[in-house]
Every structure is written in structure tokens, then in C-alpha cells.
């Protein structure tokens, strides 16, 4: 229970101490020294007035001069009412006015209160007389008013208001916290019953569980909101209760409920434009909508669009709904509050310069993106080689191409570096012949070329993968110092297996040359040897290790 408590109890002190510092310094400078304000119409522009305030109401303004600046003619007003107020309890007061050279003085109970001058009718724009008696009649309410406020009968009935402020505001934390130690409970049913295909479509990456909390925490601001206002409204209206504190109590209400009203104004005020951007947003979505089951259809074969490929579908779908999400947002950005401020300008500013400045290497392989889907020369499915990379192609991304490798492994380009790398793709169909696999070796001049030619073409014919038509063929790539280099190139149409097949097609080489009895040559060698080099006894499938395991058995 402290743990539920704590939360509110921290508000409560610091609004408690907000609120003495505010009363310490705000009922200081309006009661004792009230602010200068500049004259209305009709006074000089050197010349300012002050309020005469008291008990926190606006009785009249006063001017000033240089030899009594207004904020201390108003104070000296003002202490002579609470003066006066304070020295008889009587419920009325009379109010007479005395003529003088300087002006008309006002007196209550015999004593002067304050003078209307000239400078004083003239700033109000009135006649003397007219002025002084107005005057005199906001003193006569002020200091009754003052006197009425200050008996036992209005302490009582104020007390009993704050007490009954206090009851309700009790009734308030309590309801709050109900809520509090329910909503724990309900949001995780709620969440379980109502949002199960959330978690589903998700597959399960985004638990009940966490949505529930981020559901809790959004009401628990909500609550704690609430109970701001309820405690700053509490605190306001006891304060409003009593004479001393009404003057603080009127300055807490107007520091929240003005800008309360100006916002719900503003909200207010604000719902054409709403109205508006819920209209651009609907036809967004709608077009959005309309697009996505047209490229179902083409991707479904609907719709025949001739070289269309299935495989630009998305992508182009997705190209498609920012340019509509940017004219949108083209149409919405005059409808959207402070968009005509010079921040919210100076703010897109900032973000461009920090896109342009910042992501050029971001916007290079988004464009090398679209190119290498576009493009045609890379699908998925691939094979293809890029530098010293092989791998199937598996991903195409605005960003980057995703290849397993051979060997099974994830390798991620930068499409940048696509578009700027010889691609060699061993998938693609240049004609019907397919790829030409080739390999080299290097066969002394002493062997005769039709023979080894003949072994180069048999072994091509052994192995699975190449091609009988068109047949294998042999170049002659160089004549070398010691041996002549054989090339033997045979079609294959089974580009994602080479490997293999050059590696079965090696493993035929050796074969045939070895039943033959011709040595392939090494790179360099200083002599011939007295015997070839070829194996001369068939492999019996035993290693030697496995020969030593088992005479340790035996």
C-alpha cells in the first residue's frame, strides 16, 4: 500500500512546496509592491498606473508622478483601507468626499482613504466628480466586504467549506487509487480477449503481457493527470475559503484554468482542420487500399502487364504507397498546428540539411536499390559472383542484397557496391546452350595432342552436369615452356552446382589420364622422372589410419 501511495505522496509535497513559494512571493508583490503597467489611452507615454488590490480584488487604478510613483501611491491606498477595516467591526461604513485645490478626497469613517486629481479623471476619461465617486464607492464595498469576511460567523462557514473540500477531495485519492490496483487486472483480460490476433499475426514477438503494460502505463498517466488537477482545483478552492489566502487561491485558478481554456479553445477552434486531415488520411488509406488489390492481382496473374516480373510487385508497391503518403502529407502540412510558425520552418530546415549532410551514403544504396531490383540483371534465387563472393541470392532490400554463400553462409552487400561490381550470374539464360564450364591443364609436348585431347573430352562426357550437346570441345590456351595448357569447356545448364561439377569434372581428368598412363604436369619441375608420376597399384578404400586401429584391436 505505501508502494501505491508514494507516487501520490511525492506530487503532494511538491506541490505543497510550490505552493508556499508562490504564496511568499505572488502575495508579496501584488499585496505590497504592485507591478507598473504602462497607461491607457490618453495618458503620456512617460507616465504609468498601478492597481489598488485588496483581499486579492481590483478596486480601481491609480497614476503616479515622479515625485509618488504609482505602485506606492497604490500601496499607501491600499493600507489605509485594511487600516480603517480593521479598526471597528461595524458592518457598514461612511463614505463622504471633501473638495479641495489638488482634487476630491475620499473619507471613510473621517478618514482619508485616497484623492481623484485631474491627472487621475483624465486617465479614466471622465468628469472629476463622476471618478470620485465611483472611487468612493469601491472603497465602501472593499472595506465592507473586508470587515464581513473577517467575522466568526464567515470563519465558520469557511472552515466548514474546506472541510467539506477535504471530504470530497478524500473520496477523489480514494476512487483514484481503486483504479489504480484495478487497472493491473483488467488490462491484461482486456488485452488477452480483445487483442489475441495481435499476438498471433505477430507470431507471438509481441506478448500480452507487454502490451498490457504499455496499456497501464498510458492510464496510469492518464490517472496521474487527473489527480494533478483534482489536488491543484483542492488545494485552489480551500484556499478560496478564506479572506487571507482568496487573493493566492484567485492567482492558482488563473494560472491553470486560462491555459486550460486556451487549449480547449484551441481544440475547439481546431476541428475544420481536423475534420480535414481525417479526410486526406481516409483517401490516403483508400487509394493505399485500391493499389494493394490491384498488385495482388497482378502478382496472382490477374493481370497480364507484359515483362512485368511477380518479383517487382512489393517493391513497386511499396514505391508507390510513399508517393502517396508524401502528397498527402504535401496536402495535410497546412493543416497541421504551427505549421506556419517560423519554428516549425526553421525545424524542416534542420532536417534536411541534417538528411543531406548525413545520409548520402543512405540515399546511394536506396537508389542502387531500385536499380538492382529493377534492373533485371539479379533476381532472387540467383547465382551469382561478386568479387570473391558466390552465393544464391536470397533477399533484394533497399539497402543492402543478402547472399547465402556455398557455404551455407550470410553474406550482406551494400547495394552500392552492386552497382559498381562486375556481377557474374551463373543463372540466367544468355541462350539455350547454357554456361561454358572450363578448366585448364598443363600435359607435356611429348604426349600426342589428339590423345590428349580425346582423354579431355571423355572425362567431359563422365561427368554429370555437362552437357553431350553441344559437345565439350578443348582449346589450346597457351604453349608454355614444359607443357602444353589444354583447356576443355563443356555447357552445363546447372549454374547453382558448379562447384561440383568442376570439382567431378577434375576428379574424371585424373581418372582417365591415369588409366592412360599420362602424367599431368606440375607447374615447373627440372626434369623428366625415370617412372611418371601416376599411381601405379589400385587404392584397396583403406586408409592407413584405419589399418593401425586395427591391429590395436587385433
Given at each position: ?224 493527470i487527473i489527480f494533478f488537477l483534482g489536488f491543484y482545483y483542492y488545494l485552489s478552492f480551500v484556499l478560496l475559503a478564506f479572506a487571507e489566502t482568496r487573493y493566492f487561491a484567485q492567482l492558482l485558478l488563473t494560472y491553470l484554468t486560462e491555459p486550460v481554456l486556451l487549449i480547449f479553445k484551441g481544440v475547439i477552434s481546431y476541428i475544420p482542420n481536423l475534420i480535414m486531415l481525417g479526410l486526406i488520411s481516409w483517401v490516403a488509406l483508400y487509394i493505399i487500399k485500391g493499389m494493394r488489390v490491384f498488385f495482388d492481382a497482378v ?211 585424373v581418372a582417365v589420364f591415369n588409366e592412360n598412363s599420362v602424367q599431368i604436369m606440375t607447374p615447373s619441375y627440372m626434369a623428366d622422372p625415370p617412372n611418371p608420376k601416376i599411381p601405379t597399384e589400385h587404392w584397396d578404400g583403406h586408409l592407413a589410419h584405419e589399418t593401425h586401429e586395427d591391429a590395436d584391436k587385433s
Amino acid at each position: 500500500m505505501a508502494r501505491q501511495f508514494k507516487p501520490f505522496l511525492l506530487l503532494v509535497y511538491f506541490l505543497t512546496a510550490l505552493a508556499s513559494s508562490l504564496w511568499f512571493s505572488d502575495v508579496v508583490l501584488a499585496q505590497e509592491t504592485p507591478a507598473e503597467s504602462p497607461a491607457s489611452d490618453g495618458a503620456d507615454s512617460d507616465s504609468f498606473v498601478a492597481p489598488v488590490i485588496v483581499d486579492g480584488d481590483v478596486l480601481f487604478q491609480v497614476r503616479g508622478s515622479s515625485a509618488l510613483p504609482a505602485p506606492e501611491r497604490a500601496e499607501d491606498v491600499q493600507d489605509m483601507i485594511i487600516e480603517i477595516a480593521e479598526a471597528s467591526d461595524a458592518l457598514t461604513v461612511e463614505v463622504t468626499y471633501e473638495e479641495t485645490e489638488f482634487g476630491i478626497w475620499t473619507l471613510a469613517d473621517g478618514e482619508r482613504v485616497s484623492i481623484v486629481t485631474e491627472a487621475d479623471a483624465e486617465l479614466d476619461q471622465m468628469e472629476l466628480s463622476v471618478l470620485s465617486v465611483l472611487h468612493g464607492n469601491a472603497i465602501k464595498q472593499s472595506i465592507e466586504d473586508y470587515r464581513a469576511n473577517r467575522t466568526e460567523r464567515a470563519r465558520v462557514s469557511g472552515a466548514i467549506e474546506a472541510v467539506a473540500w477535504t471530504v470530497g477531495f478524500v473520496a477523489f485519492v480514494v476512487a483514484i487509487l481503486w483504479v489504480h490496483r484495478r487497472i493491473r487486472r483488467k488490462t491484461l483480460k482486456f488485452v488477452s480477449r480483445h487483442l489475441r490476433d495481435v499476438e498471433t499475426a505477430t507470431a507471438k514477438s509481441v506478448q500480452a503481457e507487454a502490451i498490457a503494460a504499455l496499456v497501464r502505463y498510458g492510464l496510469n498517466f492518464v490517472l496521474l493527470i487527473i489527480f494533478f488537477l483534482g489536488f491543484y482545483y483542492y488545494l485552489s478552492f480551500v484556499l478560496l475559503a478564506f479572506a487571507e489566502t482568496r487573493y493566492f487561491a484567485q492567482l492558482l485558478l488563473t494560472y491553470l484554468t486560462e491555459p486550460v481554456l486556451l487549449i480547449f479553445k484551441g481544440v475547439i477552434s481546431y476541428i475544420p482542420n481536423l475534420i480535414m486531415l481525417g479526410l486526406i488520411s481516409w483517401v490516403a488509406l483508400y487509394i493505399i487500399k485500391g493499389m494493394r488489390v490491384f498488385f495482388d492481382a497482378v502478382e496472382a496473374g490477374s493481370f497480364d502487364m507484359g515483362d512485368f516480373e511477380k518479383h517487382w510487385v512489393s517493391p513497386t508497391f511499396n514505391i508507390a504507397r510513399v508517393v502517396v503518403i508524401m502528397i498527402a502529407l504535401v496536402f495535410a502540412v497546412p493543416y497541421i498546428p504551427g505549421s506556419d510558425s517560423a519554428a516549425f520552418q526553421g525545424l524542416t530546415i534542420l532536417v534536411g540539411a541534417m538528411l543531406s549532410l548525413g545520409a548520402n551514403s543512405v540515399v546511394s544504396n536506396m537508389l542502387a536499390g531500385l536499380f538492382v531490383i529493377y534492373r533485371r540483371s539479379t533476381s532472387i534465387g540467383d547465382r551469382i559472383q561478386i568479387g570473391d563472393h558466390i552465393g544464391d541470392v536470397v533477399q533484394i532490400k533497399l539497402m543492402e542484397t543478402h547472399l547465402k554463400s556455398i557455404k551455407n553462409e550470410l553474406i550482406s552487400i551494400p547495394n552500392a557496391q552492386l552497382m559498381n561490381s562486375d556481377v557474374v550470374n551463373f543463372s540466367k539464360k544468355t541462350d539455350g546452350s547454357g554456361l561454358l564450364l572450363h578448366t585448364t591443364v598443363g600435359i607435356g609436348y611429348e604426349e600426342p595432342p589428339e590423345k590428349v585431347e580425346a582423354m579431355l573430352i571423355e572425362a567431359a562426357n563422365r561427368t554429370k552436369g555437362i552437357k553431350a550437346k553441344p559437345e565439350p570441345f578443348v582449346l589450346w590456351t597457351a604453349l608454355a615452356d614444359y607443357a602444353i595448357n589444354y583447356q576443355i569447356n563443356g555447357y552445363t545448364t546447372r549454374g547453382s552446382i558448379i562447384p561440383k561439377i568442376r570439382s567431378d569434372l577434375h576428379r574424371n581428368i585424373v581418372a582417365v589420364f591415369n588409366e592412360n598412363s599420362v602424367q599431368i604436369m606440375t607447374p615447373s619441375y627440372m626434369a623428366d622422372p625415370p617412372n611418371p608420376k601416376i599411381p601405379t597399384e589400385h587404392w584397396d578404400g583403406h586408409l592407413a589410419h584405419e589399418t593401425h586401429e586395427d591391429a590395436d584391436k587385433s
